[in-house]
């Protein structure tokens, strides 16, 4: 079955660390880029962060520039998004997507929450 | 950076009607233009790429048209399992979705 799952989430305090990862299942992944979105609790969709299909390249959203780190292990078929100081408003369902026609293939999200 | 607005943020509609949201880009974005459908709790599916092509799956009563800055989203006749949330996405090395639209019951 093709599909994308995430893991990592959970509650972590304002300034701390949290490392999200996702796994690919059912497709070939190491041509495909990935990217992640995110969607605070009741909010719309922030694209966050992307990594080519060799790891390579890789881009930030402001918000997150400077804090956020994309890595890839194509043997494997993961990636990990290691988030640093984290902040209240990083507070969201953290999605994983794949980049075909347009962000073809998602995962279920996994939901990270900054609070003291 | 390139601004993408949808209208209106929130649509009440009944079944078997026609309906049409608008995204607008701040710039020209060619047909670089996205939209996903996402329901409470899950994760956005993909409906339409490069602003008109329908994504594998996908009822034909979705369609898509525009280019440069305006774009739209038709559902010809609106079925129970359209009541969600709607998002356009410029999609070219620039990943920005517009704000959302909520299609709700009339």
């Known amino acids: 079955q093709v599909q994308l799952v995430e893991s990592g989430g959970g509650v972590v305090q304002p300034g701390k660390s949290l490392r999200l990862s996702c796994a690919a299942f059912?497709?070939?992944?190491?041509?495909?880029?990935i990217h992640w979105v995110r969607q605070a609790p009741g909010k719309g969709l922030e694209w966050v962060a992307f990594?080519?299909?060799?790891?390579?390249?890789?881009d930030y959203a402001d918000s997150v520039k400077g804090r956020f780190t994309l890595s890839r292990d194509n043997y494997k078929n993961t990636l990990s998004l290691q988030m640093n100081s984290l902040r209240a408003e990083d507070t969201a369902v953290y999605y994983c997507a794949r980049e075909g026609h347009a962000f073809d293939i998602w995962g279920r999200g996994t939901m990270v929450t900054v609070s003291s | 950076d390139i601004q993408m607005t949808q209208s209106p943020s929130t649509l009440s509609a009944s079944v078997g009607d026609r309906l049409t949201i608008t995204c607008r880009a701040s710039?020209?974005?060619?047909?670089?233009l996205a939209w996903y459908q996402q329901k409470p709790g899950k994760a956005p599916k993909l409906l339409i790429y490069?602003?008109?092509s329908l994504e594998s799956g996908v009822p034909s009563r979705f369609s898509g048209s525009g280019s440069g800055t305006e774009f739209t989203l038709t559902i010809s006749s609106l079925q129970p399992d359209d009541f969600a949330t709607y998002y356009c996405q410029h999609f070219n090395s620039h990943w920005t979705f517009g704000q959302g639209t909520k299609v709700d019951i009339k």
């Open positions: 490069k602003a008109s």
């Open positions: 990594i080519s299909h060799d790891g390579n390249n890789k």
């Open positions: 059912g497709f070939t992944f190491s041509p495909s880029a």
């Open positions: 710039q020209s974005i060619n047909n670089w």
